[in-house]
Structures are given as C-alpha cells and as structure tokens.
C-alpha cells in the first residue's frame, strides 16, 4: 500500500522563527499532495495543494508567504510556516493523491504538532 | 455542490455496543466513498472504501455500504472496543482526480 511519511511529529519553535514540515510518499510518486491544518477537536482545513514542479494552490483565506510550500520532487513536499506566531500553533497533516488508476484512497501522514511559544 | 454531512457526535458507548455513525452525501455523478479514522494525536487512517453502489466497504469489524438510493454511507460495527476510540471521517472524492471532500467528524468514545 502507499505510505506517506511526516516530519517532525511534534516541535516547538519560538515566535519569529520558522518551521519547515516535510511529507514523503515512500513508496509511490505523488505528483499532488495535499496540507491541512486541524484545530482541537475541530475538523480538517485544506490549506493549499501542492503540485510537483509549479506553483501551490492556496484555499481563500490562507496566506501564501506564511505558509510556504515546495513540491520540488515526486516523493517530497514542504511546508515552511514562516515568522511563526502562537496562533499557527495547530496540527499540521499532509496527504498526497493516489497514482492514477491505483485501488486505494488518499493517504495521509501522521501529522505535525506544532506549539509556538 | 459536493458535500458530505455526518452526524457531529461525541458519540459515547458501552463496551461492546452496536455502532452506527451517520454519514449522507451531495454529489454529482458517482464518486468514490470513504471512512477514515483518527486516533488520538495521530494523522488519518484509511478505514474502508466503497467505489460504486451497493459496494460494501468492511475492515476490522467495521462495515459501510454505498447507497445511491438514499446517497448514503453509514458506518457499522456490531460490536465496538475501548481501542475504536477515535474521531471517525467520511469523505468522498467526485471523480477521480478531483480533491477529497470531507464530513466534520464524529467523535467516539467507548467506555469499558
């Protein structure tokens, strides 16, 4: 089966830095991956699509030079959460689309929790 | 346009109770149809998928079938464990290449 792999699982940064959050698929190619953000308790919120070799495609409401995605290759995307405040404090989960014409659903990492203090 | 409503729960049961957990959708077409399962601080899991109508999903005890009639897709277990504790998704993809849409989530406690 496919299997996505996400890291760090958990970081804790200090306000002003940035974070990067990598998501690998080890063992298919994913041209498209997906990043959500959960808050606690609450459901997944699609941030943006990610695209291997163009640009990502932000949901309204996201900013796009806060949260910083790559997809510079078929098994890997970033997102970098940039000048980090405590409200980007969230869970953090990545998922990439399945190859085409494969049997199973997408697949998700097992997420990031980020603490900004 | 597409959507998936599920019941929002929590939803709380004895230890070895039967499980329903709502789930109806809006969709053009025939999409694809899932339940995904999210334990405590861990990302999704896929738990079962139905492609077509009348497909019955099924994995560790749990069962869903994909009703066009009723656009639904319920989950089922006869019955649940402490460790099915989780937050459970339904979602479903229009075609194939289009982005999954997910329910809200429903929340399940089960009490020993």
């Known amino acids: 089966g496919a299997v996505v792999s996400q890291h760090p699982s958990r970081v804790i940064c200090k306000s002003g830095t940035s974070v990067k959050i990598e998501c690998r698929s080890l063992?298919?190619?994913?041209?498209?991956m997906f990043w959500y953000r959960q808050f606690p308790k609450k459901s997944l919120m699609l941030m943006a699509t990610?695209?291997?070799?163009?640009?990502?495609?932000?949901e309204q409401g996201v900013e796009k030079d806060k949260f910083l995605i790559n997809h510079a290759s078929l098994t890997l995307s970033t997102l970098t959460v940039t000048s980090a405040h405590p409200e980007d404090s969230s869970f953090y989960i990545c998922?990439?689309?399945?190859?085409?014409?494969?049997?199973?659903?997408?697949?998700f990492g097992s997420g990031t929790r980020l603490t900004v203090v | 346009g597409n959507s998936v409503t599920q019941m929002e729960g929590p939803v709380t049961l004895s230890e070895e109770a039967f499980l329903t957990i709502n789930c109806t959708y809006t969709?053009?077409?025939?999409?694809?149809l899932f339940w995904y399962v999210q334990y405590p601080g861990e990302g999704l899991q896929l738990l079962l998928k139905?492609?077509?109508?009348?497909d019955k999903g099924s994995n560790k005890g749990f069962e869903a079938t994909y009703r066009k009639e009723t656009t639904s897709f319920h989950l089922e277990k006869g019955s649940v464990q402490v460790s099915d504790s989780a937050v459970y998704f339904c979602?479903?993809?229009?075609?194939?290449?289009?982005?999954?849409?997910f329910g809200k989530g429903t929340r399940l406690h089960i009490l020993p």
């Open positions: 998922s990439a689309r399945p190859p085409s014409g494969s049997s199973y659903g997408y697949t």
């Open positions: 063992d298919f190619q994913a041209t498209t």
């Open positions: 990610s695209n291997e070799g163009s640009k990502a495609t932000y």
């Open positions: 969709a053009t077409g025939y999409p694809s």
């Open positions: 139905a492609t077509k109508a009348d």
């Open positions: 979602a479903l993809i229009p075609n194939r290449d289009d982005k999954i849409i």
